[in-house]
């Protein structure tokens, strides 16, 4: 009964008056948990708007997304500190249902899903007694907001969790029974969040005027989550209708920003691609940790960052090897740079390298203030770093900001470039239309100034250098599984990658495959700010023989993957022991 009660008060302190700034302690002095009532809290729309902000509060919250383990579970990243040894669980397919992240990430989501239902109960009962139609319509939309992150909470559960099949919460708990309740089967739990999205999709509107309310949720997002569904289950015409409406409708106002950078750093937040973004800042409530949920900062700059940061986690070999490769388009004038001496030059990586991962050897996008190579020491064999989520180019170091472990670049979740590719994607494989599907791969690299698919001459952008290769449905679609989703969408949303690799069935012999692949490593020498000439020792990846160790990924991953035990998160410890429903005890 302890464990049980024990849960009972964790969502007791997920009220929505937290995001308010009242500790749950003060809150259990000043309320009873056991007399608690909806009338007790909402009485004003100004009330509902409040609870609304616990439940962004929710969504901010790392664990909601576990960014760095949901990729670490993936093919994507090399979960840090130096190679060739990890003892990482995610990495090496060694998690089980006591592992600290699906515990976290169960908690958070739920935790959203409580506050949200709060919101919902609430405005179902106090919108019948507004008389002004102003307030009608501001309750109406608090309502759909609530509603659309209920929808996406359980839309994470169910791509998450126990093969999607995981409780359902209507209501609100009036005591702690109710707050145990049993697995409901995936096609339930879809049909659940899928009529949130719907209703979502229908109330909200495709903007906000005021400045105040640039981050809320959008028409526009539920549509986009409503496609992402329906194409994560091969539904392939509903998805595109959904994606069709986030492309073509004026309202929303979506277009893929002019620099891919924009996307990945606090320049240009909540930008014309975006769709939907949470919102984070250097505002600091020093009254609390640092690591409290009511701080409206997050930590993924210590993460990705070797310059200031923890550098646990970054790219994995092939996915560095892939950027590096990524052509780019001989016939664009944004791929040449003017040297030192004023000479012009085609630039070493694609724009969309430089900004998503930082390279030795890349000597044209600046970081932290100088170059790649004299930024950090690239020690350890680590041959590349994320740039997303740092912020490398506003301080020259992350302690710069103080108090550390802070940043306020917002995590965009899903922006324009997703949908094109998902939307290639359906067309693809619903209607086997490569020439649309190219049209939109085509639209995402164009933006980075890459070599396009298809033949020169053809397409939106005749004047663009392309490939000169014929693509059929299946030469296609690998382009997109191994080159397009990774290389735009790396280390973004909510599990794109794990997600991705499960929905398509290929987790278990793309770790074998990449298993088998050998990498090895040279020395870059460059002359630094002061005049002296440095060498920075296994810094440059490649796969080129060479008299260097050879660095290999996913060995132990190939061998522990078991489908039934990894694909899904498993339901949380916490919970099976707590819930009579699951397998906790009386």
Known sequence: MKLRN?????MLC?????????????????????????????????D??????????????????????????????????????TSNQYYLQEFNESSSTPNNKWDALYKGIFRANQVIVASEELIPTLKDESSQERANTILAQARFFRGLFYFYLSTGFNEGNVPIFDFVPQNEEEFYQPVKPKEEVMAFYLADLEYAHEHLPPSYSRDIDQGRVTAGAAAAVLGKSHLYNENYSQAMEYFEDVMENPAYGYALTENIGDNFTTTNELNSESILEINYSLAYKSEISVWAEEQVSNSLNFAVSPVGGWRSIYPSCWLIMAYKEDPVDINDPRNYVVDEDGSTRLRKYSLRTSY????????????????TAEATAFNNKETGYFRKYSNWEIVEDEKDIVPNLRSGVNVRVIRLADVYLMYAEALLMGDGNVEEAMTYINRVRHRSALQLLGMDGTGEYPAAAHDNQTYDV??????????????????????????????????????????????????????NSNGQSVTRWASVLTTEEMESEILMDYQQAASNY?????????????????????????
């Not at 024990?6 to 964790?10: E, G, S, V």
């Not at 998503?356 to 170059?371: C, K, N, Q």
């Not at 280390?491 to 794990?498: D, S, W, Y």
């Open 356 to 371: 998503s991962i930082a390279l030795v050897d890349d000597t044209d996008l600046e970081y932290y203030g100088t170059s």
């Open 474 to 527: 299946q030469s296609l679609m690998d382009h997109l599984m191994y080159v397009e989703r990774p290389l735009e969408l790396s280390l973004e949303g909510n599990a794109i990658r794990t997600i991705d690799l499960r929905r398509w069935g290929i987790t278990k012999d793309r770790f074998e495959e990449l298993s088998q692949r050998r990498y090895y490593t040279d020395n870059f020498a460059f002359v």
């Open 48 to 85: 509902l708007d409040a609870g609304l902000i616990g439940v962004y509060n929710a969504f901010k919250n790392q664990n909601l997304l576990a960014i760095s383990d949901e990729y670490n579970r993936s093919d994507m990243t090399w979960p840090g500190w130096g190679r060739p040894n």
């Open 14 to 46: 997920a009220l929505p008056i937290l995001g308010m700034g009242t500790g749950c302690s003060d809150f259990l002095e000043e309320v009873n948990p056991n007399e608690m009532s909806t009338e007790s809290f909402w009485k004003t729309v100004d």
């Open 562 to 586: 078991i489908a039934s035990e990894h694909a899904y998160w498993p339901i949380p410890n916490s919970e099976i022991v707590a819930n009579p429903q699951i397998g906790g005890e009386d």
């Open 6 to 10: 024990n849960l009972y008060k964790i």
